[in-house]
């Protein structure tokens, strides 16, 4: 059987967006290495390593505030140099497996649809886990946009979208300290959407496309009775995280647990008449000349 040649860089452009992504950063710029004709990053103001990484790697840097998830990535679209005819939209932790990169070279190359989407799977603690998802990440360049949400954001592409071959590891979290903080700061910004009654990615509707079958659970998820056992029961046993042993239930008990984060957030910022939670300052400061200082 002859071995199709790989045609390196391929004619796409990666982009990425973070805020203290240094503990990532090498490891998604290795991966890609080579094989995206240009890489762009858009950084929140990172206080790591992050953006010092990036341009040693010869990444695209520009930095801007942080506003919401589709907002940043909406002003990465309309506003980077991007000169690739194709984009693809890659978090800094997740990692593209040899049989994903070569089914995205084949798939640009033949053009035969507008955008292309792929499994994605999920690894935590380091192992991997049978959850995969379907998702839209590669798309003709300026053909995309994303819904407008602070959270959760989803690529819109008008025209035909094809699925890949391959998988796209994402390894979420490099330990339960870092999983927990970013699950606090997701149920928040979650819970306020919620009090704020914001609208949803698209329109919930039981019998439309994947996307519009999620917005409705989520919808109509807090009238459920027992929700929260319900979650962990559905990717314990139906989506068969039993099959990753200890691992698989850990997960599914914490994930069962960030459903729940985010409605008693929610009711408590209904009660205080809060929209949002203040943020609290974390770590050190730099030493107060107005006062004495010891080692």
Avoid at 34 to 42: K, M, N, P, S
Wanted: charged content about 25%; some cysteine.
């Amino acid at each position: 059987m002859a071995v199709r040649e790989e045609k390196w860089p391929v004619p796409i452009a990666v982009i990425m967006i973070s805020l203290n992504e240094a503990h990532n950063m090498a490891a998604v710029l290795d991966n890609l290495k080579g094989w995206a004709q240009e890489v762009f990053l858009v950084d929140s103001y990172s206080a790591d390593d992050t953006v010092d990484i990036a341009l040693a790697n010869g990444v695209h840097v520009v930095q801007r505030k942080f506003r919401g998830f589709g907002d940043q990535w909406n002003f990465a679209l309309k506003s980077l140099p991007i000169t690739a005819p194709w984009t693809m939209k890659l978090d800094p932790d997740e990692r593209l497996t040899a049989e994903l990169k070569s089914s995205i070279e084949e798939a640009v190359a033949e053009g035969r649809a507008d955008g292309f989407s792929l499994d994605r799977r999920l690894w935590f603690m380091g192992k991997a886990l049978p959850v995969r998802q379907n998702i839209l990440r590669v798309w003709k360049t300026g053909q995309c946009r994303f819904t407008d949400v602070a959270v959760n954001e989803h690529p819109i592409v008008e025209g035909r979208v094809l699925k890949v071959s391959g998988v796209m590891e994402h390894h979420d979290s490099p330990n339960l300290h870092h999983w927990y903080h970013k699950q606090n700061q997701y149920s928040s910004a979650e819970a306020a959407r919620i009090v704020a009654k914001s609208g949803f990615a698209q329109t919930p509707a039981l019998l439309g496309t994947p996307l519009q079958r999620r917005m409705w659970v989520k919808k109509w998820f807090d009238r459920v009775p027992f929700r929260f056992f319900g979650v962990f029961v559905y990717y314990y046993l139906f989506r068969g995280l039993w099959r990753a042993g200890w691992t698989g239930y850990a997960w599914s008990r914490l994930r069962s647990h960030v459903y729940m984060m985010r409605h008693f957030k929610a009711v408590e910022m209904d009660r205080l008449g809060q929209s949002s939670y203040t943020k609290v300052a974390s770590g050190t400061g730099a030493a107060d000349s107005r006062v004495a200082q010891f080692d």
